[in-house]
């Protein structure tokens, strides 16, 4: 199973940039599908990118697509969530994990990383 720990997380204005990591141990992470979730204040936690085990295939939620990029390098077992041009919406606590699809997770849940925008 693949334990996770995010990073990177911090407060910024309006159209600002921050770039999360996330440091992932486990046997399976070279061949695990991963992703990032967030959690707003008061809502669920929802899907906003995912990449294959070798970064040919990325999948972007509606709300982050041309702003958010998501890229992984194996070898150190870390993944990363760029964000560009952050808007107060995108609040929210980010975490990191293993998963199928959108909707299925593997992983055991990290603490997460807090993002705040303000505008």
């Known amino acids: 199973q693949v334990q996770l720990a995010e990073s990177g997380g911090g407060s910024v204005q309006a159209g600002g940039s921050l770039r999360l990591s996330c440091a992932a141990s486990?046997?399976?992470?070279?061949?695990?599908?991963m992703g990032w979730f967030r959690q707003a204040p008061g809502k669920g936690r929802v899907f906003v990118a995912s990449?294959?085990?070798?970064?040919?295939?990325?999948d972007y939620a509606d709300a982050v697509k041309g702003r958010f990029t998501i890229s992984r390098d194996n070898p150190k077992n870390m993944v990363y969530l760029q964000m560009n041009s952050l808007k107060a919406e995108d609040t929210a606590v980010y975490y990191c994990n293993a998963v199928i699809g959108r909707n299925l997770v593997i992983g055991s849940w990290g603490q997460g990383t807090q993002v705040t925008v303000s505008s």
């Open positions: 990449i294959n085990w070798n970064g040919d295939s990325i």
């Open positions: 486990g046997r399976t992470f070279g061949s695990s599908a």
